[in-house]
């Protein structure tokens, strides 16, 4: 059982990254292996809308977005982080998961989708929410904590002032793991859900 954990922050020893590291932790006292990329500082594109991922599979992109999706193929679940900057998803981790979600026609259907946010004060709820949002469109369950999974701080350090966010962290990797094991249970037992598809409301003839 593997998670991938995405760093969406440009700075790799930051709030962000900390908090991750808390997770990961806890994630490996559960026997959940992980694998971590650093995306923060790269520079990423967005999504051009240019349907090539649709007949190739891939991204017209050749980058770390198509590596990235080669990993997460092959995991039971993602764990994103990011950086609040002004009250939303950081620019270079949106066009990421842009990309990786919309261009890897790998089968993400029940793997275990969780986020992790970091800012000094606001906007942090409006970040979870933009990030549940990838995992709800791809049928993936949504591991939750005991409250928001955020942390807060300029520098790292900061975070370990916040006793609740790290409270929080340590309880979303419990959720994750325990999300990631019995799917695999139920894997094996009854399959994955069978989905309706071919419907899309876009009026086109």
Do not use: W
């Not at 962000?16 to 694998?35: Q, R």
């Not at 999706?69 to 842009?98: M, Q, R």
């Not at 004060?121 to 928001?148: K, V």
Request: aromatic share 8%; net charge neutral; proline share 2%.
């Amino acid at each position: 059982m593997k998670v991938l954990i995405i760093n969406g922050s440009p700075h790799k020893d930051g709030c962000t990254k900390e908090a991750l590291k808390e997770v990961e932790k806890e994630l490996n006292k559960e026997n959940i292996e992980t694998e971590i990329l650093e995306i923060g500082s790269m520079d990423i594109r967005g999504c051009i809308a240019c349907n090539y991922c649709k007949d190739n599979k891939k991204c017209v992109f050749n980058d770390i977005v198509n590596e990235a999706a080669n990993t997460f193929k092959d995991c039971d679940g993602i764990l994103i982080g990011s950086p609040v900057y002004y009250a939303g998803i950081n620019g270079t981790l949106k066009s990421f998961l842009d990309r990786l979600f919309n261009s890897s026609y790998i089968g993400k259907s029940m793997k275990v989708g969780a986020c992790v946010v970091s800012s000094r004060r606001a906007g942090s709820i409006t970040t979870l929410d933009e990030i549940y949002h990838y995992f709800e469109i791809s049928n993936m369950p949504i591991a939750t904590s005991t409250y928001f999974n955020e942390v807060h701080g300029i520098k790292k350090d900061d975070i370990y002032l916040d006793q609740e966010g790290i409270q929080t962290m340590h309880n979303l990797a419990r959720s994750m793991a325990f999300l990631i094991k019995s799917i695999n249970l139920g894997k094996k037992e009854f399959g994955i859900p069978k989905k309706e598809l071919g419907y899309k409301t876009n009026f086109l003839k």
